[in-house]
């Protein structure tokens, strides 16, 4: 694996492999001195070209802990916005001998093709409404820490299908690793195409949060993104909650225990109720140290060489 | 410079030589003196005509010129080019118009002629002055915003009533801005879905078309559509034109061969506005150029210099190259099509659509000698950086495309020797 850039560039051993480095990366966390060597003599850069806390953090933290020089560029607002092209761009950066490319665009493809440019490993941290991989890695790492295998799974996404790029991610890496998958949303919020999409991938779909919620055996909210909204996806805020929100009265309808995760930031009181964003089986904490060590085990493995042997 | 075009097979039917006196006239006897072109094995053409070019300049020449453009569309066998009007400044004037003409004859290897804006500054508002640009030396007839959609009904019922005056057509880009959305670059479909890419719906371009048919029908005027691109479209067509309504249309190479499959690496080359659609748009494009329900190949040339195409797909710029590929890629999606059918398409229809009469006339004693001589069993691998054109935008790169423009002839002037500028 040179990039880390679709799910699709995983094998489901190298996804399993990722969770098993992943949970050594975790222990680190707990120890007084977290610092590992491995990526000492390593520059990564950060390059977000869209606005990021906890991504940024994230991927920042987990450089620093594996001992890389790390970098952060807010490229938002600077060099492409004078009219530099996106390629001019990176390769300006890489060539100050980059190891390592951490990008976050709001342009769907952009890290993709970014790629195709530069020597250095590039990881999608995010890119428009395609994909974001560490994320569908976290969150499937998140749940396996809480139902064991995903085998044979439940596993419910409701929300903002069409504008999400964490549904794209993770639809291919739950299903890749056995879940079975529905995905819920109102007609207008439905990816274009996704009856033959979801026919051929291997998941469903439905209107009905209320007919899906007692089935499932977690449930992953998404965020509903006004800012990519250009037009009438839904009459009303009220609306969609009564129609799609995780509601405190529908926590009554899942499982015991049924994990509930959320990528963040949450919208309360939209897509998901105060109730069930703080409730006992909310993961959404959980998903945050997740992902700092599943972020610690991919730029370990893209960026200490021929590693898929696991940590020292 | 008398010519004699010496064997040349007329249409791919009847082989005869052809004669070209100094005037660049074709006549019944050869000339006395004459260059001779061995045209044997050759099918002789009328000289393309591109309904469809954007030549950037001015304000774009580090894209392309129109001394550039034209030496492209020679090399692609044209003799003539209608030279779109969204440039910087805009096309909106007869000055303006005239000043492209006239760099155009400059250049003197292809008729340019000016498109002139429908609207002030492409703004979709005011009719820019319609009127004085068919009255100036440049003789507009054709008038378009293309690059943007004429969507205000009420301005584009007022363009098409004004042209009636002096015969002129309005050449719409069918594009409802709000169906499309204002970031859409990529056929709305299973594709943009997983890839997550703004979709372009095929609705989007036939309610336009639809709307303009059935203002066409009121106004009684003459309306185009330029690059149709979906199987909705091509219905809405036929209805029109059983009806009698005087509605004409275009369709693009690429449109004619690629799918929105290539979309999947994200490569801005392949970003094209409309967007390439599946095959079953291509299919039923195919099938109504052959039939006559669209009229016209243009190859809506679009240049751009490698920085603008250099960004995230969604934020690249529009278009692709086409002009010096155009037949190759007509023969090579439609090989069963007679070549009387590929003159009709892509010479006689287009000028007969833009009111040039000096063009896509038959190849016979009294026409201007625009010809272009083709090797039908040669297949060319194009190289991109072999192109006249100063952009590289080039999707057709490393393909392997039937036939071969081997001479072409400008008003008697060879201005393309052996697949060369000459």
């Not at chain 1, 007919?211 to 449930?219: G, H, I, N, R, S």
């Not at chain 2, 005011?126 to 943007?148: I, P």
């Not at chain 2, 639809?210 to 091509?234: K, N, Q």
Request: some cysteine; charged content about 20%.
């Amino acid at each position: 694996m040179k990039h880390l850039l679709s799910i699709d560039d995983l094998s489901t051993d190298e996804i399993l492999q990722l969770f098993e480095t992943a949970a050594d990366m975790h222990d680190v966390q707990s120890r007084e001195v977290k610092k590992l060597p491995a990526l000492r003599g390593r520059t990564v850069v950060n390059m977000f070209f869209e606005d990021s806390t906890r991504t940024r953090s994230s991927f920042e933290i987990a450089g620093k802990w594996l001992s890389a020089d790390v970098i952060n560029v807010s490229a938002k607002g600077s060099s492409t916005s004078k009219g530099e092209s996106l390629r001019d761009t990176v390769l300006t950066v890489c060539a100050m001998g980059v190891d390592g490319l951490v990008i976050r665009h709001p342009a769907s493809g952009a890290a993709v093709q970014v790629s195709q440019w530069v020597d250095a490993a590039v990881v999608n941290a995010g890119d428009g409404m395609h994909e974001h991989p560490t994320q569908a890695l976290l969150d499937a790492y998140t749940l396996q820490r809480h139902l064991g295998s995903l085998e044979g799974r439940h596993v419910a996404i409701i929300g903002d299908l069409t504008h999400s790029r964490v549904f794209r991610s993770n639809v291919q890496c739950l299903t890749r690793l056995g879940a079975r998958v529905t995905v819920v949303a109102p007609p207008t919020l439905m990816p274009s195409g996704i009856g033959a999409w979801s026919a051929a991938a291997g998941f469903e779909t439905s209107y009905d949060i209320d007919a899906v919620l007692p089935e499932a055996d977690a449930v992953m909210m998404l965020r509903v993104q006004r800012e990519r909204m250009s037009g009438a996806f839904f009459p009303s805020a009220r609306e969609y909650t009564v129609g799609y929100g995780l509601t405190r009265n529908r926590l009554s309808l899942l499982k015991p225990d049924v994990p509930i995760c959320h990528p963040g930031p949450m919208n309360r009181g939209l897509e998901i109720a105060a109730d069930a964003a703080d409730a006992a089986q909310s993961v959404v904490l959980e998903q945050v140290s997740g992902g700092l060590a599943i972020r610690m085990a991919v730029l370990y493995h893209l960026l200490a060489g021929d590693t898929w042997g696991g940590i020292a | 410079m008398s010519l004699v075009i010496k064997g040349a097979s007329l249409l791919g039917q009847q082989t005869r030589d052809l004669y070209v006196d100094d005037a660049g006239v074709l006549v019944d006897e050869a000339p006395s003196g004459a260059e001779t072109i061995d045209a044997d094995g050759l099918v002789a053409l009328p000289g393309l005509v591109d309904l469809h070019t954007h030549l950037r300049e001015p304000g774009r020449e580090d894209a392309e010129t129109i001394l550039t453009g034209s030496q492209a569309a020679a090399l692609g066998g044209y003799t003539a080019v209608l030279a779109m009007a969204n440039t910087s400044p805009v096309t909106d004037t007869a000055e303006a118009a005239t000043r492209v003409w006239e760099l155009g004859r400059e250049a003197g290897l292809v008729h340019v002629q000016p498109v002139g804006a429908v609207t002030r500054g492409l703004a979709g508002e005011e009719l820019a002055e319609l009127g004085l640009m068919h009255r100036s030396r440049a003789a507009v007839n054709v008038f378009s915003d293309d690059g943007k959609c004429v969507h205000d009904a009420r301005v584009m019922r007022r363009a098409l009533e004004y042209v009636k005056a002096f015969g002129g057509v309005v050449s719409q880009h069918s594009q409802d801005p709000a169906l499309a959305g204002p970031a859409a670059c990529c056929h709305e479909g299973e594709l943009s879905g997983r890839l997550g890419l703004p979709g372009w719906p095929g609705i989007a371009e036939e309610v336009i078309v639809a709307r303009d048919v059935m203002l066409a029908r009121h106004t009684g005027s003459r309306v185009h559509v330029a690059h149709v691109s979906t199987a909705g479209s091509v219905e809405v067509l036929r209805w029109a034109k059983a009806r009698g309504i005087e509605v004409t249309a275009e369709v693009t190479p690429h449109h004619l061969l690629l799918t929105t499959d290539l979309l999947t690496g994200y490569d801005p080359t392949y970003k094209v506005n409309p967007p390439l659609r599946p095959q079953e748009d291509v299919d039923a494009l195919r099938e109504a150029l052959t039939d006559g329900t669209i009229d016209a190949v243009a190859t809506d040339h679009a240049p751009h210099a490698r920085h603008d195409k250099e960004h995230a797909f969604v934020d690249a710029a529009f278009g692709m190259l086409g002009i010096e590929t155009a037949l190759g890629v007509v023969r090579t999606a439609l090989p069963d099509l007679s070549w009387s059918d590929v003159a009709r398409v892509m010479s006689t229809t287009p000028a007969r659509i833009a009111g040039l009469a000096e063009q896509g006339r038959p190849l016979e004693p009294g026409s201007p000698a625009h010809v272009v001589l083709v090797d039908p069993d040669t297949a060319v691998t194009v190289d991109r950086d072999a192109s006249a054109s100063l952009s590289r935008n080039n999707p057709w790169h490393g393909r392997s495309l039937t036939s071969r423009v081997v001479h072409t002839v400008y008003g008697g002037r060879v201005t393309v020797r052996d697949g060369a500028l000459a």
